[in-house]
Structure formats: structure tokens, C-alpha cells
């Protein structure tokens, strides 16, 4: 007998209705155990947050107590070296291991100069850092003793990256009309000088000499008779060199004074900097900070624009441009294509003259030509096989020259990037003759280099020949450059010092590479050496934190600047316009300040 098709029916679906219910208890209690599970999760990242907000408090507070105790330290060290400068006596004195981040006067112990090969470390000498010493030329690491966080605004800011293909406000105006005097030598007219034609008529060398003295210092009477004279217009005329041993050392010892014994009149005090004139020279000059860029990195290298507008800076992996005056970023130029491995920190900087070109040097021992419009690099120049530690245009901007450790400078062409000559040291009694830094003269004949073997060298730009050797610095030559007249250079060196050299001439050799005046005031390594575009001044930046000013014919310093937590690797004076000066630091800054005559 045939079951009715009505309890059929019911009898399915009373079977569905069971299964749906089923199905519905697992389905909630896979949401039960979800929200549980939810409720957890959320009450862990609860805890981690309030761990995090309490490890960011206690970090604050430990920073804010480690600076009151550094600025504590700070003072008493004033006080103890005041009262030791007083009395002449040199008591022992307990260094801190705890670094003196705020200390503007502190002075570090004199390590071992660094040297420059495969993975050497060259920012860990001339970074401040008392407690460590390390030696070399390589990646700076983080290691700013307070370092600047990325600013809130705009002034100052880290750019951050723009869309691509963005096209940044031009440099410069192409075209721009030569300031600089003498014509640049005939064989450049064609980008490719040739070493077949001699040096042009007049030419301020003949080829190198063997067996160029060393200049030496005089008695401090001499010193005094020297600098009583008036100042001249033209302080040191290429004929007019002293004799070898007429080297003054002039001691300008302003670390040394304490700052709160100076009278109001002869210091300036900013927020977290602050001036101190001579008072054994009359001030000349107003100091003042106008713009601080901070950094998420180490600043290697700052350096103007020809018509003092904008500042570059190389950091790791970006070289940032800024608008000088309201300190607002223009662009950030970055290789894509770089290795992405560790740091690639760029170590100099340098603006064409027109503007149009930005030439940067790193740690991958290449040289990239930048088109800043286009934000677009023109070409790359490869050759050198160590890091390349610096750069410098000719005036006419036909002629880039790279200075690196691997013991050479370089000559290249702008018209196609070719190189044109290579300037080696090939003295085999040196042990490490690279090159730190490197300068071509404002008439673009001589290309001066300073090596880490304490010479300076000069060559002939037009055939890659070498005419001398500047030999009197006692440790490693970081910088050179030229002054505006270029018959004199000048060169810093890791021995504390500065020195100024006359430049000579075929019809009196006599003259030629003596020290004129040796500039001693920093109490640590003198890391970049710049001069003002009317010669009256040469700057100095120092591992002692410290910038000062020097009158060249005096050799007296006129102020010392302190505005850095850390040491000031680079420095750059403005080449028009307004008095303008850059500082580039181990605290990731870079500054700019005015210094205006009164």
C-alpha cells in the first residue's frame, strides 16, 4: 500500500528543516567563537598599545634626563678648562662614557686619522662621538648624538617623494653670463683639452719641481710684527710671497673662553646656537640663523647654487634642493636603479654654473650627472674604483673633476661625459694618498686636490700635468679651495689646522708654495674649508662642532660659531647675492645663516 504523497512531503520537510536547524547552532557558534576570539585580540592590542604609549614616555623622560645631565657636564667641563686656561695647570679629568651630545665645546680625543679603502668607515672618525674610535671612509651609521626628528611645517622639511615626471621651478636661467674673469684655457672650447699644445702664455706654472721645501713657523714676536700692519686691498699679490720661513701660526683659542665672560656686545645667543667674537680683533660681522633643514639622515655635503637661490644637500640615497631663502624643498633626486643593499650615502655635491646640472658623488664609485628640471639623470661617469669623496664644476662649466680613495682625481667633459684626464698619485713611498677633496681654480687652469697622505697637489687642467706639492700639514688634508683671486689656496686638514698658500709663477719661483699663515683655533679635525666670494674671509668647519670665520691677512679668527649637536662635515658659502654661509652635520641638519658686515 502506497504511502500518502501529503506525509511524504511532510516527512521532507520536517529532514530540511532539522538539517537548517543543525547548520544554524554551528553556524552560531563559529560567530560565538569568533567574537571571543575578536574580544581577545582586541584586548591584546590594548595592552600593546598602552606598552607602547609608557616605553615612548619612559624614552622622553630619559632623554630629557640624559640632557639635563649632558648640559650639567657640559658646564662644569667650561668651568674646569676656564679655570684650568686661568691657573695653566692640566689636571687629569675623568672622560663620560655617555657621549656629550650637548656640549658645544667639547673636545674630543685626536684618533687615528681614518683611511680610505673597501668598507673602511670615514664618518666614523669625523663624526663626534667621544668613546669610539673607528677608522676609515665609509657609510656613516646612525649615529647623531640627539638626532633632528622630521620637522612638523614645511620650512625645513624632508621632501617627501613626488609624482613622476613632476617638474620642479628651474635653478637657473640658461645663459647665465661669465663673472669670473679670465677666459678658460683655448683647448676647452671643444670639451676635449689636448695635451699636444703647451700651457697658455702666462701661465702661473711651470712643471713640477723636485725637492719643494716645507715651510716653518716664526717666533711669536715676527707674528706680531706681521700682523700690525694695516690691512692692504689686495693682501697677498703672487709676487709678494714671504719667504719659507715666514710661516706665521696664529693660536685663535676661543673654545677655550667661557661663553658667560663675554661681554654682551662680543657674543650672540640663539635658541640653541650661539656666536662668540674675537676680543682681540674688531667685529666686523653680524651672525644670524636663517634657515634649519632637518634631516632623516647624516648630511654630508651642502652646497649653493651659482646664483645663490637654491642649496643642495646629499644624505643617504637623496640629494635634496631647497629654496634658500624660504627653506621650502624644490625637489629630491634618487636613483631607482641603485643597489637597494645597505646605506649609499651621497658624499659631495656641486651645481653647474648655469643651473641646469647637479653632479653627485657617492659610495658605489659613480658619478651621476642630474638634469634638475627633468629630474632625470643626463649621464653617469664610471671609472673610479673607491667611493668618490668629492666634486667641483669649472667656472665655465665645461670640466667636472671627482676626487676618490682609489688614489686618483678625474678629469671629465660635460659635452659627453668622457674622461679627459686622470690626475693619479703614483708616490709609492705613501702609504694612502687618496684623495679626500678636490678644487678647480675660479680660471679654470689648475685643479688642487688634498689627500689623506697630508700633501695638497696641484695640477694643470689643460694637460693633466703635475706642477707641485704643497707639503706642511702634519696629518691628513680633508679640504681645499680656492680663493677668488686664485693665486692662494687654502686646505684643511685633520691636524686642526688651516693653512693659506701662495700660488707662484714661472718668473719667480722662489715664491711659489709657501705657507703664508697657518690658521690653529678648532680643537679637533678640520673637515671642510670654504672662502667668501670677496676673499676677505675663510670659513671652517670642524669634528669640535665648531664654524669660525678667519681674516687671511691677519690670520686672526673673527667669530666662532656653534649651532650643531654634532660635527660639521661640510661647509658652503653663498657665491652672490645676499652674505649667506651653510653648515651640513653628523645631527641630521643643515643650516643656513646670513653674516652680514655691520
Not at 662649466?397 to 676618490?404: L, P
Request: charged share 20%; with cysteine.
Amino acid at each position: 500500500m502506497m504511502p500518502a504523497p501529503s506525509s511524504r512531503f511532510l516527512e521532507i520537510l520536517d529532514n530540511i528543516r532539522n538539517e537548517f536547524e543543525q547548520l544554524n547552532q554551528e553556524a552560531y557558534a563559529c560567530k560565538s567563537q569568533r567574537d571571543e576570539l575578536e574580544h581577545k585580540m582586541n584586548a591584546q592590542i590594548q595592552e600593546m598599545t598602552a606598552f607602547q604609549q609608557n616605553l615612548t614616555e619612559l624614552e622622553r623622560t630619559q632623554q630629557s634626563l640624559k640632557k639635563h645631565y649632558e648640559e650639567e657636564i657640559a658646564h662644569l667641563r667650561q668651568q674646569l678648562e676656564h679655570a684650568q686656561s686661568r691657573t695653566g695647570s692640566a689636571p687629569a679629568v675623568a672622560t663620560p662614557t655617555t657621549p656629550l651630545s650637548s656640549n658645544p665645546l667639547n673636545i674630543s680625543h685626536h684618533s687615528t686619522p681614518p683611511t680610505i679603502s673597501p668598507g673602511s668607515n670615514y664618518f666614523g672618525s669625523v663624526i663626534s662621538n667621544p668613546g669610539q674610535t673607528s677608522h676609515g671612509l665609509a657609510a656613516p651609521p646612525h649615529m647623531a648624538d640627539h638626532p633632528a626628528a622630521p620637522p612638523p611645517g614645511p620650512h625645513g622639511s624632508v621632501p617627501p617623494p613626488g609624482p613622476h615626471g613632476s617638474v620642479p621651478p628651474p635653478i637657473a636661467a640658461a645663459g647665465l653670463p661669465s663673472p669670473y674673469g679670465a677666459p678658460p684655457p683655448p683647448a676647452y672650447a671643444s670639451g676635449s683639452p689636448s695635451s699636444a699644445h703647451g700651457p697658455p702664455s702666462g701661465y702661473p706654472y711651470a712643471p713640477l719641481a723636485r725637492g719643494s721645501s716645507t715651510p716653518t713657523s716664526i717666533s711669536s714676536a715676527d707674528v706680531k710684527r706681521k700682523s700690525s700692519g694695516p690691512p692692504s686691498a689686495q693682501p697677498y699679490p703672487a709676487n709678494r710671497a714671504p719667504a719659507a720661513s715666514k710661516s706665521p701660526i696664529v693660536s685663535n683659542a676661543l673654545a677655550d673662553i667661557d661663553p658667560e665672560m663675554v661681554p654682551s656686545n662680543m657674543k650672540i645667543e640663539g635658541q640653541d646656537w650661539f656666536v662668540l667674537f674675537n676680543p682681540k680683533s674688531s667685529r666686523q660681522l653680524n651672525v644670524n640663523l636663517v634657515q634649519t633643514l632637518d634631516h632623516t639622515s647624516v648630511v654630508c655635503c651642502v652646497k649653493f647654487s651659482q646664483d645663490g637661490r637654491y642649496l643642495a644637500t646629499g644624505c643617504n640615497r637623496v640629494t635634496y634642493i631647497y629654496e634658500v631663502m624660504s627653506g621650502k624643498p624644490v625637489c629630491m633626486l634618487r636613483d631607482e636603479n641603485a643597489g637597494k643593499d645597505g646605506d649609499l650615502y651621497i658624499r659631495s655635491v656641486c651645481f653647474s654654473p648655469d643651473g641646469k646640472y647637479l653632479a653627485t658623488g657617492a659610495e658605489d664609485k659613480m658619478i651621476r650627472i642630474w638634469d634638475i628640471e627633468k629630474q632625470r639623470i643626463r649621464f653617469k661617469l664610471t671609472g673610479h674604483e673607491q667611493d668618490i669623496y668629492s666634486l667641483d664644476f669649472s667656472r665655465d662649466g665645461r670640466i667636472v673633476v671627482s676626487g676618490s680613495g682609489d688614489r686618483t682625481a678625474r678629469i671629465w667633459s660635460m659635452a659627453d661625459g668622457k674622461l679627459l684626464h686622470k690626475l693619479e698619485i703614483i708616490d709609492n713611498e705613501q702609504k694612502d694618498p687618496g684623495v679626500t677633496s678636490v678644487a678647480i681654480s675660479p680660471d679654470c687652469r689648475l685643479v688642487a686636490a688634498g689627500s689623506l697622505d697630508k700633501m695638497v697637489r696641484v695640477w694643470d687642467a689643460y694637460d693633466g700635468r703635475l706642477l707641485d706639492k704643497l707639503e706642511g700639514h702634519k696629518d691628513s688634508v680633508y679640504s681645499v679651495a680656492f680663493m677668488p683671486d686664485g693665486a692662494m689656496l687654502v686646505s684643511g686638514s685633520l691636524d686642526k689646522t688651516l693653512k693659506l698658500w701662495q700660488l707662484g709663477n714661472n718668473k719667480d719661483r722662489d715664491t711659489r708654495n709657501h705657507c703664508k699663515v697657518t690658521f690653529s683655533g678648532h680643537k679637533d679635525f678640520v673637515l671642510s674649508v670654504a672662502c667668501t666670494p670677496d676673499g676677505k674671509w675663510v670659513v671652517s668647519g670642524s669634528k669640535d662642532r665648531g664654524v669660525q670665520f678667519w681674516d687671511p691677512r691677519t690670520g686672526q679668527t673673527q667669530f666662532m660659531l656653534q649651532g650643531h649637536k654634532n660635527s660639521v662635515i661640510s661647509v658652503a658659502v653663498s657665491p652672490t647675492g645676499r652674505p649667506l654661509f651653510a653648515t651640513g652635520s653628523g645631527d641630521n641638519r643643515a643650516r643656513i645663516w646670513s653674516y652680514d658686515p655691520l
